[in-house]
């Protein structure tokens, strides 16, 4: 699952919305090999009038543009409840929100293991039944671990950006310099930009550089 923006702007138009479901759509299925993405809009209930103003309209602005597009399927509103639960393969919201559920992920995260540790060590049955679920807890952690994932696309630019956190380790580090290879290697920057032209959501008169990329999104 995808979530776009995540904190490299924090204050959007309607607009900016649009383009962040088409490039994150378009990320879906470079790199989570998606066929046909589903994008949702974070929002405070599934009807079509919940949530701010901009929440509103930019509901509106994707369900038309996506279904003129025809290329990928606009789910509506989406919960903040819903985003792990597979309702959608991108969720759009603006750079401040996203960020705040981005961190509290990480929290959760990492909560969540300090407790399976202080559990499995919690007395000797413990440690024991410990010691027989170690390999499963360790798949367990990589799958939740913030370092697993590298960091975060810098997406709308003409060049590839890969964005670690401040706290990766080197194997943190590591995995963004694997994610920005993979992101050459599958041409991330033409496709959104693609995905970007196709929906009508580029932003008129910008144009690709001479290595096929996107446009910035504001």
């Known amino acids: ?68 597009g025809g290329t990928y399927d606009f789910v509506g509103n989406v919960e903040g409840n819903e985003i792990p639960m597979g309702r959608a393969d991108v969720i759009v919201t603006d750079g401040f929100t996203g960020n705040v559920v981005l961190k509290l992920m990480e929290g959760v995260s990492e909560a969540m293991l300090r407790n399976i540790r202080r559990v499995a060590e919690s007395s000797p049955r413990a440690k024991a039944g410990g010691m ?48 920005a290879a993979r992101a050459t290697e599958d041409d991330v920057v033409g496709r959104t930009h693609a995905a970007l032209l196709a929906g009508h959501a580029l932003r008129r008169g910008a144009e690709p550089s001479a290595a096929g990329s996107t446009v910035p999104a504001q």
Not at 31 to 45: C, K, P, Q, T
């Open 132 to 179: 027989l679920l170690r390999p499963a807890l360790l798949e367990f952690r990589d799958v939740i671990d913030p370092e697993s994932a590298g960091g975060a696309y810098l997406l709308g630019l003409r060049r590839l950006g890969v964005v670690p956190h401040g706290r990766f380790s080197r194997r943190g580090i590591a995995q963004a310099i694997l994610l």
């Open 1 to 68: 699952m995808i979530i776009v923006d995540v904190g490299a702007n924090v204050e959007v138009r309607a607009e900016h919305l649009v383009q962040f479901g088409f490039m994150g759509a378009a990320l879906a299925e470079t790199i989570l090999g998606v066929e046909r993405a589903r994008v949702g809009l974070l929002s405070i209930g599934e009807e079509e009038a919940k949530g701010t103003p901009l929440v509103v309209e930019a509901h509106a602005a994707l369900r038309d543009r996506m279904a003129e």
